[in-house]
Nanobody, 127 residues
């Protein structure tokens, strides 16, 4: 059974940084496109960023204008981990962040049709 595990969430003040990690046991992340999604309280889940496998040149799709230039997705295949580096965090970034895997990346922020999901990690940005 595929299990994705997110870590790295927590509470941070506005302007701070966090790095989220997505790992899996007995599941090679580089075989799949891996996406980061988030769901804020009372809102729909939305795509943040997605990275294709190295066979597809690790091509990245960023979905949200509000995080461009602040969030960066990356892979470390040696560690079987996909990261989401989040800088200059804002209160509106507060959400549960999920990683998910599929054969391809979604085409739109509202497309959350992925095959495998982690349970999420909470990010709270507050002063």
């Amino acid at each position: 059974q595929v299990q994705l595990v997110e870590s790295g969430g927590g509470s941070v003040q506005p302007g701070g940084s966090l790095r989220l990690s997505c790992t899996a046991s007995e599941f090679t992340l580089d075989y799949y496109a891996i996406g980061w999604f988030r769901q804020a309280p009372g809102k729909e889940r939305e795509g943040v960023s997605c990275i294709l496998s190295s066979d597809h040149s690790d091509r990245i799709t960023d979905y949200l204008d509000s995080v461009k230039g602040r969030f960066t997705i990356s892979r470390d295949n040696a560690k079987n981990t996909v990261y989401l580096q989040m800088n200059s965090l804002k209160p509106e970034d507060t959400a549960v962040y999920y990683c998910a895997a599929a054969w391809g990346c979604p085409t739109a922020p509202g497309d959350v049709d992925m095959d495998y999901w982690g349970k999420g990690t909470l990010v709270t940005v507050s002063s």
